[in-house]
């Protein structure tokens, strides 16, 4: 599998501000994707994000909210914008680079607290 | 709505002891199978995928698939204090490539 490494690890942020998360990984990939785990609760898949072209977004998540970028094969960025303390969560990013396309493994999260 | 569901736990077992985790599904579309572990304060971590009706073992580990009745189980045989972790189910979407997660098992190996 691809090592997949996000920055930042972990931030503090003011409400009504945003941030960018950035995913990187160490080999091509065909699919990344972004999810959310909010405290005590599993993951959440907020969008896929499409090489080239617009991310694809699942119910509940809007772009002008969680804009996503993919310039190419191995990068990804999310912003959390106009943020408010609900926002406070651990964002993931994950490729499907195993053995199947279904397969995927995680980064290492950016653990975001808004306050 | 697709819908995976775990029992939240916290399921306590001695160590040496075999570990039965469950969860089911409601898409019956769904093909692929996935067990990640996670560790509190970092990422999930796959252990186990399971594609087929069956059983799948590998070390310590077996996953369980049966499509008729949308149920997966893992077990963990020989458990150890560091097996204790949250066990999450993952199953994959009938639409596409992503992972519907239930909200995971959490296992404690006692010594």
């Known amino acids: 599998s691809a090592v997949i490494s996000q920055k930042p690890s972990r931030d503090i942020c003011q409400r009504g501000t945003s941030l960018t998360i950035q995913c990187q990984v160490d080999s091509q990939v065909t699919m990344m994707f972004w999810y959310r785990q909010q405290p005590g609760q599993s993951l959440t898949l907020i969008a896929t994000?499409?090489?080239?072209?617009?991310?694809?977004?699942e119910s509940g998540f809007v772009i002008d909210k969680f804009p996503i970028s993919r310039p190419n094969l191995t990068f990804s960025t999310l912003t959390v914008s106009n943020m408010s303390p609900e926002d406070s969560s651990i964002y993931l990013c994950?490729?499907?680079?195993?053995?199947?396309?279904?397969?995927?493994?995680f980064g290492p999260g950016t653990r975001l607290l808004v306050l | 709505q697709k819908e995976v569901e775990q029992n939240s736990g916290p399921l306590s077992v001695p160590e040496g002891a075999i570990a039965s985790l469950n969860c089911t599904y409601s898409d019956r579309g769904s093909q692929s199978f996935f067990w990640y572990r996670q560790y509190s304060g970092k990422s999930p971590e796959l252990i186990m995928s399971i594609y087929s009706n069956g059983d799948k073992e590998d070390g310590r580990f077996t996953a369980q698939l049966n499509k008729a009745s949308q149920y997966v189980s893992l077990l963990i045989r020989d458990s150890q204090p560091s097996d204790s972790a949250t066990y999450l189910c993952a199953v994959s979407s009938n639409s596409g490539y992503a992972l519907n997660f239930g909200k995971g098992t959490s296992l404690l190996v006692t010594p």
């Open positions: 994000a499409n090489q080239g072209s617009e991310a694809t977004y």
């Open positions: 994950s490729d499907n680079s195993g053995l199947s396309s279904e397969t995927q493994y």
